[in-house]
C-alpha cells in the first residue's frame, strides 16, 4: 500500500495523465520554466559532472539545482561505464532537488563514422554501422528495424532516453552537408525505413524499455538554397524552385504514423512560399498549421538547437539561429516559438526568459503548462521515476557486444556499392597491393603491401568526397561547397589509376562528381562508412556489396547548379543515376 504521505505523482500504480497533473500543481513558475528547455552537457572522462568547458554556459549543477533543467543532451564521448556513471551521478543531483523531477538524456546519432559536434559522434565505444546512407542503399526495413533495437539496447545500458535521430530530410540538394545522415532522395524509402526505425527504437508504443525518437527536420530540410547550411546565416534560405514542398512531407507523415513522440523543425527560413519567412521554429503556420493541425501530431516539438541567443562555440562568435527574426529580443524570440508551438528550446538554458514571459503578461502560465505536461508525462511513461538509474557493470556488457558488433560490420559489407567493374573483382590470391588512404597493417592480411604502385599487381584507393574548406573551427566540420575533385588532386589520382588497375572506393557523404575516375578505374565502389576491413572482404570476394545508390552522382558541378534543390535527383546527364549499383 502506498504511504499516504507519499505524492500521487510517486505512485507508479496511478495513471500517467493523473500523476502529471499533480506534479504539474505542485511546481513553481521556475520550475515549470526548467522543463522548457533541453541544454548540452558534457561529461568529465571519469564520468565526474562538468562544472565548466566547452558548450557550458553553466555548469551541471547550476543547471539542474539552480536553474531546474530536467533535459539534456550528451556532448562527446566516453567508455561505456564512464557514461553509465555519469548518468546516475546526473540523476542523484536531481533527485535532491525539492521535487526529485529525474532528468531525461538524449544523444546525437553515435553508431557510425561521422564525427560532428554539431550533428553526430563517432561510434566509439558503441557498435559501428553505415551511416544511414548505407541503410538506404541497403533498402532493408527489417535490418534498420534490428539497427534501430540495437541503438535502443545500447542507449539504455547508458542512461540515455532520447535519440535526437532519424534525420529523414530528403537529399535533393546534392551540395548540402547533412546528407550522410539521411536516408538518401527517395521520399518512399525515406518513409518504409523511418517508420522502421520509430519501431526499433521505441517499439510497439512508448513505454518503460523505449528510447524516444525525435525525429528531424520538419518540414523537410533537403532543399538549402545552393545547398548551404542553416546552421549559418549564409545558409537561413530554403527554397522550393520545383513545387515539391509537399514531397518533402511524406516521411514525416510515415514518422507520425508510426508513433514517433517527438519532432524538431529545422533552421531554415522558407522563401517564396506562402508561409511566413522566418525560420521553421518561429513559424506558427507550420508547427500549429501544418504538423500539429494538418498531420495530427500529439507529441513533443523541440526547436533545432541554439534559437534564443548568441553563442561562444569553439572559441568562435556565433549569432543565435534566429532567421527572419533577429530584430527580436531573446524574450520575443522566446514568446513567437511558443505561439508558434514549440514546446521546448534546444541548446538554450534561460528558462528566467519564460519567467518574465509569464509575469510581464505576454505568455500565460496556462501556455506554459502545455508545453510542460507533455514533457512531463514522456517521462513517466518511459518509467524514469521508478527507474533513473543504469548499472555500469550491465552498460560495459551491453555497448559494443559481440551480438551488436556483428551485426554493424556485416550492414558496412552489405551497404557497399559497386558501381562500376572492369572484370577485376573479387581479388584472388594475394597479390602485390598498393594502398593509399587504407591502413597497410590491415591491407596486409589481404596481400603483400609494396611503397611504389609500379610494383604492384593492383592498387586499392580510398577517397572522400570533396568540399570547400570553410573559414571558423565550428564550420570546418560542415562539408559544404563543390563536389568535384580540385584539378591537382584529380591529376594525382588518374595518374595512379594509368599505372595499376586500381579499385578506387569513394566515401558519399555527398554524391561526388567524379566522370573521370568512373572512367578511368578498374573497378569503382561507393560506401557510406566501412571499414578498411570490410571493403577488403568485398574487394575480395570474401563478403558480398548489396548497395544502390541513394542518390544519383551529378556529372559536373554545372549540372548541380542548374538543378533545383527540392527536387530529388534533378541533375542533366548524371554519371549514375538513383538506384545504380551492379548485382553480384
Given at each position: 500500500?502506498?504511504?499516504?504521505?507519499?505524492?500521487?505523482?510517486?505512485?507508479?500504480?496511478?495513471?500517467?495523465?493523473?500523476?502529471?497533473?499533480?506534479?504539474?500543481?505542485?511546481?513553481?513558475?521556475?520550475?515549470?520554466?526548467?522543463?522548457?528547455?533541453?541544454?548540452?552537457?558534457?561529461?568529465?572522462?571519469?564520468?565526474?559532472?562538468?562544472?565548466?568547458?566547452?558548450?557550458?554556459?553553466?555548469?551541471?549543477?547550476?543547471?539542474?539545482?539552480?536553474r531546474h533543467l530536467t533535459h539534456f543532451?550528451?556532448?562527446?564521448?566516453?567508455?561505456?561505464?564512464?557514461?553509465?556513471?555519469?548518468?546516475?551521478?546526473?540523476?542523484?543531483?536531481?533527485?535532491?532537488?525539492?521535487?526529485?523531477?529525474?532528468?531525461?538524456?538524449?544523444?546525437?546519432?553515435?553508431?557510425?563514422?561521422?564525427?560532428?559536434?554539431?550533428?553526430?559522434?563517432?561510434?566509439?565505444?558503441?557498435?559501428?554501422?553505415?551511416?544511414?546512407?548505407?541503410?538506404?542503399?541497403?533498402?532493408?526495413?527489417?535490418?534498420?528495424?534490428?539497427?534501430?533495437?540495437?541503438?535502443?539496447?545500447?542507449?539504455?545500458?547508458?542512461?540515455?532516453?532520447?535519440?535526437?535521430?532519424?534525420?529523414?530530410?530528403?537529399?535533393?540538394?546534392?551540395?548540402?552537408?547533412?546528407?550522410?545522415?539521411?536516408?538518401?532522395?527517395?521520399?518512399?524509402?525515406?518513409?518504409?525505413?523511418?517508420?522502421?526505425?520509430?519501431?526499433?527504437?521505441?517499439?510497439?508504443?512508448?513505454?518503460?524499455?523505449?528510447?524516444?525518437?525525435?525525429?528531424?527536420?520538419?518540414?523537410?530540410?533537403?532543399?538549402?538554397?545552393?545547398?548551404?547550411?542553416?546552421?549559418?546565416?549564409?545558409?537561413?534560405?530554403?527554397?522550393?524552385?520545383?513545387?515539391?514542398?509537399?514531397?518533402?512531407?511524406?516521411?514525416?507523415?510515415?514518422?507520425?504514423?508510426?508513433?514517433?513522440?517527438?519532432?524538431?523543425?529545422?533552421?531554415?527560413?522558407?522563401?517564396?512560399?506562402?508561409?511566413?519567412?522566418?525560420?521553421?521554429?518561429?513559424?506558427?503556420?507550420?508547427?500549429?498549421?501544418?504538423?500539429?493541425?494538418?498531420?495530427?501530431?500529439?507529441?513533443?516539438?523541440?526547436?533545432?538547437?541554439?534559437?534564443?541567443?548568441?553563442?561562444?562555440?569553439?572559441?568562435?562568435?556565433?549569432?543565435?539561429?534566429?532567421?527572419?527574426?533577429?530584430?527580436?529580443?531573446?524574450?520575443?524570440?522566446?514568446?513567437?516559438?511558443?505561439?508558434?508551438?514549440?514546446?521546448?528550446?534546444?541548446?538554450?538554458?534561460?528558462?528566467?526568459?519564460?519567467?518574465?514571459?509569464?509575469?510581464?503578461?505576454?505568455?500565460?502560465?496556462?501556455?506554459?503548462?502545455?508545453?510542460?505536461?507533455?514533457?512531463?508525462?514522456?517521462?513517466?511513461?518511459?518509467?524514469?521515476?521508478?527507474?533513473?538509474?543504469?548499472?555500469?557493470?550491465?552498460?560495459?556488457?551491453?555497448?559494443?557486444?559481440?551480438?551488436?558488433?556483428?551485426?554493424?560490420?556485416?550492414?558496412?559489407?552489405?551497404?557497399?556499392?559497386?558501381?562500376?567493374?572492369?572484370?577485376l573483382l573479387p581479388l584472388g590470391g594475394?597479390?602485390?597491393?598498393?594502398?593509399?588512404?587504407?591502413?597497410?597493417?590491415?591491407?596486409?592480411?589481404?596481400?603483400?603491401?609494396?611503397?611504389?604502385?609500379?610494383?604492384?599487381?593492383?592498387?586499392?584507393?580510398?577517397?572522400?568526397?570533396?568540399?570547400?574548406?570553410?573559414?571558423?573551427?565550428?564550420?570546418?566540420?560542415?562539408?559544404?561547397?563543390?563536389?568535384?575533385?580540385?584539378?591537382?588532386?584529380?591529376?594525382?589520382?588518374?595518374?595512379?589509376?594509368?599505372?595499376?588497375?586500381?579499385?578506387?572506393?569513394?566515401?558519399?557523404?555527398?554524391?561526388?562528381?567524379?566522370?573521370?575516375?568512373?572512367?578511368?578505374?578498374?573497378?569503382?565502389?561507393?560506401?557510406?562508412?566501412?571499414?578498411?576491413?570490410?571493403?577488403?572482404?568485398?574487394?575480395?570476394?570474401?563478403?558480398?556489396?548489396?548497395?544502390?545508390?541513394?542518390?544519383?552522382?551529378?556529372?559536373?558541378?554545372?549540372?548541380?547548379?542548374?538543378?533545383?534543390?527540392?527536387?530529388?535527383?534533378?541533375?542533366?546527364?548524371?554519371?549514375?543515376?538513383?538506384?545504380?549499383?551492379?548485382?553480384?
Amino acid at each position: 500500500m502506498t504511504h499516504p504521505a507519499t505524492p500521487a505523482y510517486r505512485d507508479p500504480n496511478r495513471p500517467a495523465d493523473e500523476r502529471v497533473e499533480d506534479l504539474l500543481s505542485r511546481m513553481t513558475l521556475e520550475e515549470k520554466a526548467g522543463q522548457l528547455f533541453h541544454a548540452m552537457l558534457t561529461m568529465r572522462p571519469d564520468g565526474g559532472l562538468a562544472e565548466e568547458g566547452p558548450f557550458l554556459r553553466h555548469g551541471t549543477t547550476e543547471l539542474v539545482a539552480g536553474r531546474h533543467l530536467t533535459h539534456f543532451n550528451l556532448l562527446g564521448q566516453g567508455g561505456a561505464r564512464a557514461m553509465a556513471e555519469w548518468a546516475n551521478r546526473v540523476q542523484e543531483l536531481a533527485a535532491s532537488t525539492r521535487l526529485g523531477i529525474p532528468v531525461t538524456l538524449s544523444t546525437d546519432p553515435r553508431h557510425a563514422f561521422t564525427d560532428n559536434p554539431g550533428a553526430s559522434f563517432g561510434s566509439g565505444d558503441f557498435s559501428a554501422w553505415p551511416e544511414p546512407l548505407g541503410l538506404a542503399a541497403i533498402g532493408d526495413a527489417e535490418l534498420v528495424e534490428r539497427f534501430a533495437d540495437t541503438v535502443r539496447r545500447e542507449y539504455l545500458a547508458v542512461g540515455l532516453r532520447v535519440a535526437l535521430h532519424p534525420q529523414i530530410d530528403l537529399a535533393t540538394e546534392p551540395r548540402w552537408s547533412r546528407q550522410s545522415g539521411t536516408f538518401g532522395s527517395s521520399a518512399q524509402v525515406a518513409s518504409e525505413l523511418v517508420a522502421a526505425y520509430v519501431r526499433g527504437l521505441q517499439g510497439p508504443r512508448l513505454g518503460t524499455g523505449s528510447v524516444s525518437a525525435m525525429v528531424k527536420h520538419f518540414p523537410g530540410g533537403g532543399p538549402q538554397k545552393d545547398g548551404e547550411d542553416p546552421h549559418f546565416p549564409h545558409g537561413r534560405e530554403q527554397v522550393y524552385p520545383g513545387g515539391l514542398r509537399e514531397h518533402h512531407l511524406k516521411p514525416f507523415a510515415a514518422a507520425i504514423e508510426a508513433g514517433c513522440s517527438q519532432i524538431m523543425p529545422y533552421y531554415g527560413l522558407p522563401v517564396g512560399t506562402d508561409w511566413e519567412e522566418v525560420g521553421f521554429g518561429f513559424n506558427r503556420g507550420v508547427l500549429t498549421g501544418l504538423l500539429r493541425e494538418r498531420l495530427g501530431f500529439t507529441g513533443i516539438v523541440c526547436t533545432d538547437w541554439g534559437l534564443l541567443t548568441d553563442a561562444d562555440i569553439m572559441g568562435e562568435p556565433h549569432p543565435a539561429r534566429a532567421w527572419g527574426v533577429e530584430h527580436l529580443t531573446v524574450a520575443e524570440r522566446a514568446a513567437k516559438a511558443l505561439d508558434a508551438g514549440a514546446d521546448q528550446f534546444g541548446g538554450e538554458q534561460c528558462p528566467e526568459v519564460i519567467v518574465e514571459l509569464v509575469r510581464a503578461g505576454r505568455v500565460t502560465e496556462r501556455r506554459i503548462d502545455d508545453s510542460v505536461r507533455r514533457l512531463l508525462r514522456e517521462k513517466f511513461v518511459l518509467g524514469l521515476f521508478e527507474n533513473p538509474y543504469v548499472d555500469p557493470d550491465r552498460a560495459e556488457e551491453t555497448v559494443g557486444a559481440r551480438e551488436f558488433t556483428a551485426l554493424g560490420e556485416a550492414a558496412q559489407r552489405r551497404a557497399l556499392t559497386v558501381l562500376t567493374d572492369r572484370a577485376l573483382l573479387p581479388l584472388g590470391g594475394r597479390p602485390d597491393l598498393f594502398v593509399r588512404g587504407v591502413d597497410e597493417r590491415t591491407a596486409s592480411a589481404y596481400g603483400n603491401v609494396v611503397g611504389d604502385p609500379a610494383d604492384a599487381e593492383v592498387a586499392i584507393l580510398r577517397l572522400r568526397t570533396p568540399y570547400e574548406r570553410r573559414p571558423g573551427a565550428f564550420e570546418s566540420f560542415f562539408h559544404s561547397g563543390s563536389l568535384a575533385f580540385p584539378e591537382d588532386e584529380l591529376k594525382e589520382i588518374l595518374r595512379l589509376l594509368d599505372t595499376v588497375p586500381t579499385v578506387v572506393c569513394v566515401n558519399l557523404e555527398r554524391p561526388a562528381v567524379l566522370p573521370e575516375i568512373a572512367e578511368r578505374a578498374a573497378a569503382l565502389l561507393a560506401d557510406f562508412g566501412a571499414s578498411d576491413t570490410a571493403l577488403l572482404d568485398v574487394a575480395f570476394g570474401r563478403a558480398r556489396p548489396e548497395g544502390r545508390l541513394p542518390f544519383e552522382l551529378p556529372r559536373s558541378m554545372a549540372a548541380v547548379a542548374a538543378s533545383r534543390p527540392d527536387v530529388p535527383n534533378d541533375t542533366e546527364d548524371p554519371v549514375f543515376g538513383y538506384g545504380h549499383g551492379l548485382a553480384r
